[in-house]
């Protein structure tokens, strides 16, 4: 009896792409959500529930095209440079702030007050309009897609920039870098370094050129306020309530704002943000938890003043070094430790390979090639940072990994079993 054919790779994506779009439709009905779509007022808004169904539309959407492609044609549509030309353009030429909202501009126009000629300007728009960024509605009328009406007068602006003109050299330069410095751990001796012919951090060029430095602080801003970023998945996730009266460092914590939300929502627990000067010269504290959250000036790579804290909490912290100075930052706490101290490191965690979607796995790849080529860092697994922490000390231990669905950060939870 003749075995039924197997079906081809290419009929398998179709019918999982078809099924799952079914699901997705079915569930954006019957809660009243509006369909996915490019036009300009409408924002992709899909349910937790369906992330499976999403993801799996995503990378079977992204197989079959890839499939479907000769090899050179498929290299040819990663390696492109041009997509990051048409981006930085866009970016520095603010070209979405020139097409009104709900309205429309000529190429003409929109060239207007830059350096651009019409045709250059019709040239870079055109290639956007290939990704979905902008629209022409007729011969050389422009209107706006989702995509550049989140552009349109906004810090997303300034995160396209960041990307652009800061990140994009960088990448330019890594190989140079690797090759002058091999397996080099410094934040100085980077594809960062070379694109800006400088001995000095990125951090320490923000630091002169205040411009850039806004710039920069104004697109990780926009970049951290997207759904995956949430502060409630740091309030709501881990049992805070447990810890009972606690005192808590959060170490390298910026302007405060998590801190803030920790203690309008939990009066056990008392909390001193840490960090450089020009980050807390100008902090405040709100009337509601006065004598809850102080602020205090540390470099983390100082030993810790803070002593028998019950919590050092660092978030996004860790990603931005290398393992050497990683191991300084941990090391700088270990004289402040008590007994059972905590220390919760909290990161958007590396998955191992083929362990979650591929369109999700390339965006995490594609942040730890940035870290390496800006800061010499990366993004760690789970196994990588806990091996990290243990290098520093063997007396801590794992206790926890909060993974809540939706974030783009995972808790590491340790507690240190040492002796003072």
Same mark, same amino acid.
Request: aromatic content about 8%.
């Given at each position: 009896?003749? !075995? ?17 779009? *079914?699901?997705?439709? *079915? ?12 036009? =300009? ?12 169904? %999403?993801?799996? /539309? ?18 040819? @549509? ?25 309205? *429309? $501009? ?25 990704? @979905?960024?902008?629209? #022409? ?6 209107? !706006? ?40 751990? #410094? ?20 630091? +002169?050129?205040? *411009? ?5 602080? +104004?697109? &990780? ?35 405060? %704002? ?17 960090? &450089? ?11 509601? /938890? ?41 090391? $700088? ?44 860092? +990366? ?10 922490? +243990? ?10 990994? /909060? =993974? ?12 240190? #079993?040492?002796?003072?």
């Amino acid at each position: 009896m003749a !075995h039924k054919e197997s079906l081809s790779r290419i009929v398998q994506l179709a019918r999982t792409i078809s099924a799952s779009v *079914e699901k997705i439709e *079915e569930v954006l009905v019957a809660k009243g959500i509006e369909s996915p779509s490019f036009d =300009e007022d409408v924002m992709v808004n899909i349910p937790l529930e369906l992330s499976p169904q %999403h993801d799996a /539309v995503l990378d079977a959407t992204a197989e079959l095209h890839d499939l479907l492609l000769e090899p050179l044609n498929l290299i040819h @549509r990663h390696a492109g440079h041009n997509n990051s030309l048409c981006m930085l353009a866009i970016a520095e030429f603010k070209l979405a702030d020139k097409v009104p909202l709900h309205g *429309e $501009a000529s190429f003409e126009n929109i060239a207007r007050d830059t350096p651009l000629t019409t045709d250059m300007t019709a040239r870079l728009l055109r290639h956007a309009m290939t990704m @979905r960024i902008f629209r #022409e509605t007729s011969p050389g009328v422009v209107t !706006h897609t989702a995509a550049s009406r989140t552009l349109h007068k906004s810090a997303a602006n300034d995160w396209l920039q960041a990307g652009t003109a800061e990140m994009w050299p960088a990448a330019v330069k890594t190989v140079d870098a690797l090759k002058k410095w091999p397996a080099s751990e #410094e934040p100085n001796e980077t594809g960062y370094s070379l694109a800006n012919n400088t001995s000095e951090t990125i951090y320490q060029v923000f630091s +002169k050129d205040m *411009e850039r430095a806004s710039r920069w602080a +104004k697109g &990780m801003q926009i970049f951290t306020e997207r759904p995956q970023f949430n502060l409630a998945y740091t309030t709501d996730y881990y049992d805070w309530e447990s810890l009972g009266k606690a005192q808590v460092v959060d170490v390298g914590g910026s302007s405060g %704002h998590v801190s803030l939300a920790l203690a309008r929502k939990f009066s056990n627990l008392s909390l001193i943000v840490q960090d &450089m000067e020009q980050m807390v010269a100008n902090a405040s504290v709100p009337e509601d /938890v006065q004598g809850r959250l102080k602020f205090m000036v540390h470099d983390i790579f100082s030993p810790q003043p803070v002593k028998d804290a019950d919590v050092y909490y660092l978030r996004w912290i860790m990603h931005n070094w290398s393992d050497k100075y990683c191991n300084l930052i941990l090391s $700088a706490l270990l004289p402040a430790l008590k007994p059972g101290a905590k220390i919760i490191i909290h990161e958007s965690l590396m998955p191992e390979p083929g362990t979650t979607a591929l369109w999700k796995e390339k965006n995490l790849r594609a942040t730890d090639l940035n870290m390496a080529g800006a800061f010499n860092a +990366k993004e760690r697994t789970k196994v990588e940072l806990e091996a990290l922490v +243990k290098k520093v000390d063997p007396a801590f231990t794992l206790l926890n990994v /909060v =993974e809540p669905k939706g974030s783009a950060l995972q808790m590491m939870e340790f507690v240190w #079993e040492g002796t003072a």
